[in-house]
T-cell receptor, first 111, second 116 residues
Framework: QKEVEQNSGPLSVPEGAIASLNCTYS??????FFWYRQYSGKSPELIMFIYSNGDKEDGRFTAQLNKASQYVSLLIRDSQPSDSATYLC???????????FGAGTRLTVKP | GAGVSQSPSNKVTEKGKDVELRCDPI?????LYWYRQSLGQGLEFLIYFQGNSAPDKSGLPSDRFSAERTGGSVSTLTIQRTQQEDSAVYLC??????????????FGPGTRLLVL
């Protein structure tokens, strides 16, 4: 079992729709969770981080965390073609010594 | 201010040669991180520095890999006797410090290494 798992996609949604990206993790002691966006050929950029159970909203983005289910998700409302990218889920394990990434979900938003 | 810079941006080398990759962090950032991203894969954490110290080197893939940081700024990642499986994008990141680290982590543009 991979430590951080994401559906590789591609996930395709129409412009204006809600895109839902999911991530599960194996280290139950993990405390910090991050979502990065990576455009093709570019480096990752941080979108959201979340530490507590529940929802955290920032503009069109909402991160959701459920530690009991070891599940974190990212919702993108009113998706735009410019949101088309690979979204990486990252988790800080209990030892806080490194950051572990999923393989990423490729999102395509069609005009 | 300037972001994280890396050089070279691209490197093509022959199997068995040594390569050195350089990272210049954001000014004032004391923590520095190296990652590797193979084609179609997520990022693989390699090593981090707090100042000049790297407390945990267990993430380095093999003993052919080494990293150092001097003066609390520039870091170099050295791969000796390169193999084709070393081909990847090597990303460097920096953050204010380890305690505040992860949410202030910014990535450089990466070095694309191809081993023939």
């Amino acid at each position: 079992q991979k430590e951080v798992e994401q559906n590789s996609g591609p996930l395709s949604v129409p412009e204006g729709a809600i895109a839902s990206l999911n991530c599960t993790y194996s280290d139950r002691g993990s405390q910090s969770f991050f979502w990065y966006r990576q455009y093709s050929g570019k480096s990752p950029e941080l979108i959201m981080f979340i530490y507590s159970n529940g929802d955290k909203e920032d503009g069109r983005f909402t991160a959701q965390l459920n530690k009991a289910s070891q599940y974190v998700s990212l919702l993108i409302r009113d998706s735009q073609p410019s949101d088309s990218a690979t979204y990486l889920c990252a988790v800080i394990p209990y030892n806080n010594n490194d950051m572990r990434f999923g393989a990423g979900t490729r999102l395509t938003v069609k005009p | 201010g300037a972001g994280v810079s890396q050089s070279p941006s691209n490197k093509v080398t022959e199997k068995g040669k040594d390569v050195e990759l350089r990272c210049d962090p954001i000014s004032g950032h004391t923590a520095l991180y190296w990652y590797r991203q193979s084609l179609g894969q997520g990022l693989e954490f390699l090593i981090y520095f707090q100042g000049n110290s790297a407390p945990d080197k267990s993430g380095l893939p093999s003993d052919r890999f080494s990293a150092e940081r001097t003066g609390g700024s520039v870091s170099t990642l050295t791969i000796q006797r390169t193999q084709q499986e070393d081909s990847a994008v090597y990303l460097c990141a920096s953050s204010l410090n380890r305690a505040l680290g992860w949410e202030t982590q910014y990535f450089g543009p990466g070095t694309r290494l191809l081993v023939l």
